[in-house]
């Protein structure tokens, strides 16, 4: 059955209660920047739930790492295990079906974000659920890719159970 944009956000809503981890809803604070966005939940202190407002047929999930500048200065092109990481995350992202993208401000890398939909006319607790779990499995992934390839390398990120963790504990 196909869900409106409303019926998709309160669904989330409750979905992220169940989780007991803190939340916000930002849809104000976003559209006022934006009208790309329909609605935005920020959970914990690097996941996001939104809504696209150019796709009515599904939610984002999305893990944003933010580095610190001592861990950005080796993400350069030049760098061979820079190059090494970014074949590795490919591969992690390609076989565990998320996407990712690498932040950049300027030339700079300095972050990354890796992300997953769910489809509305699937869209459950369990859905969500294993979703946003798999999300934060890959990104507990890329982190320990990206420590094994720099030594030195803190991925400070706002670790918290959002990423640490599956949505159970």
């Not at 809504?51 to 350069?76: E, G, P, W, Y």
């Not at 992202?93 to 997953?116: M, P, R, S, Y």
């Amino acid at each position: 059955m196909v869900k409106t944009s409303e019926e998709m956000k309160s669904l989330v809503e409750e979905f992220i209660k169940v989780t007991g981890i803190k939340y916000e809803d930002q849809t104000q604070k976003v559209r006022e920047k934006s009208q790309l966005i329909e609605w935005q939940y920020h959970v914990g202190t690097n996941v996001i739930v939104s809504k696209n407002a150019n796709r009515t047929d599904r939610i984002h999930l999305n893990v944003n790492m933010r580095f610190t500048t001592q861990d950005a200065k080796l993400l350069t092109i030049g760098n061979p295990s820079f190059s090494k990481a970014v074949m590795e995350t490919s591969e992690i992202c390609t076989i565990c079906n998320v996407g990712h993208q690498w932040i950049k401000d300027k030339e700079n890398i300095v972050g990354l974000a890796i992300f997953a939909h769910v489809d509305e006319e699937i869209l459950d607790r369990v859905t969500f659920h294993n979703t946003w779990d798999n999300v934060a499995r890959v990104t507990g992934h890329v982190q320990k890719i990206l420590r094994s390839n720099f030594s030195g390398f803190s991925a400070q990120n706002n670790q918290d159970v959002t990423s640490e963790k599956s949505m159970y504990g």
